[in-house]
């Protein structure tokens, strides 16, 4: 398995696994300048710095809203973390991308996730000039599973892997997918 894809499972298994909060207040925008990971979410959502051992730097994101409803086991309606990976270092952006163009490293993804859930819908994005894979999870076991849809996207850069994942309910969905991309574009990227 190449490097770049080793960090993939153990990051998926703890997203769904649930967050360690630090006691900090929610705030419409967060930043962490020692890795440049930012995000400004849009009208509606706060953030609040979370701990993760799967990344360096995570932000959980609510909802002032109620809409989308988080759903499973998390606090949050969403949360996006950064986490670096060396092996990426010496890696062009065109390189990094030509990794995550192939059908290997999509279907590596993919398979990690179909170890919770079944991959409903897979689409690729770019966001500041790299590319990304976003999947869309309807998870086999948990809390009110069957009603539970998880969002997730993943960006590679030389400096490492951020992640952003949101779960809602199946209702909830067709109107918070709009959203969570909103969201997901809303990071800066550590590059």
């Given at each position: 398995m190449t490097p770049i894809f080793r960090p993939c499972v153990a990051a998926f298994i703890g997203?769904?696994?649930?967050?360690?909060?630090?006691p900090v207040p929610a705030l419409a925008e967060f930043s962490d300048p020692s890795t440049g990971f930012a995000i400004r979410p849009p009208a509606g959502f706060t953030t609040q710095q979370t701990t993760r051992r799967q990344f360096d730097v995570g932000v959980g994101i609510t909802s002032t809203t109620g809409v989308p409803a988080a759903a499973g086991t998390s606090a949050f309606v969403c949360?996006?973390?950064?986490?670096?990976a060396a092996t990426n270092n010496d890696l062009t952006q065109?390189?990094?991308?030509?990794?995550?163009?192939?059908?290997?490293w999509r279907?590596?993804?993919?398979s990690t996730f179909e170890l919770i859930g079944t991959v409903k819908a897979e689409r690729r994005f770019t966001q500041e000039g790299y590319r990304g894979v976003e999947l869309q999870v309807t998870p086999k076991?948990?809390?009110d599973a069957a009603n539970v849809r998880m969002v997730v996207a993943m960006v590679e850069t030389a400096k490492g892997r951020t992640t952003v994942l949101c779960v809602t309910t199946l209702k909830d969905l067709a109107k918070g997918l709009p959203q969570f991309r909103a969201i997901r574009a809303s990071i800066t990227l550590p590059k």
């Open positions: 997203l769904v696994a649930g967050s360690l909060l630090k949360e996006g973390g950064f986490k670096a065109a390189e990094i991308n030509a990794l995550v163009d192939k059908p290997e279907k590596l993804i993919r076991a948990g809390p």
